[in-house]
């Protein structure tokens, strides 16, 4: 054993901040639409969403019952404002919100539904399970 060994590898320093500066930059691009979920509209939205599917969507698909907490746009809203107010939402428990799962071809049939909140797919467990 020589007296160096126990050096930690110099990983870090100008490479770690270069990247903090990237996500920096980032951040300035996602500020703006940060504050629309403090929207009024958005709140409304988000109560509506999680109201009207309190279960996770996803999990659901999967056969497992989990209390949804988060409204999610169904097509990423990109700073897009009519996206953001008028686009269709998901509700996901924030573990599914956070997995990075390709939605659709996920679950392997269609996203969306009718007027009254059912998914427009037959097949689509939803329909499937009788609800109590
Ligand atoms: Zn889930």
Redesign the pocket.
């Known amino acids: 054993m020589k007296a160096g060994d126990h050096r930690k590898p110099s990983s870090g320093g100008i490479q770690k901040h270069e990247r903090d500066q990237r996500h920096d930059a980032k951040r300035r691009v996602e500020k703006q639409s940060r504050g629309w979920y403090k929207s009024k509209l958005w709140l409304a939205r988000r109560e509506e969403q999680l109201s009207s599917e309190p279960l996770?969507r996803?999990?659901k698909a999967r056969g497992r019952i989990?209390a949804a907490n988060t409204a999610n746009h169904i097509i990423p809203n990109k700073e897009n404002w009519t996206l953001f107010a008028t686009g269709e939402l998901e509700s996901?428990?924030e573990?599914?919100h956070n997995s990075p799962v390709q939605r659709e071809e996920a679950r392997g049939y269609p996203i969306g539904c009718d007027a009254s909140g059912r998914p427009i797919d037959p097949s689509h467990p939803w329909n499937l399970t009788p609800r109590t």
């Open positions: 996770c996803r999990c989990a996901l428990c573990a599914c």
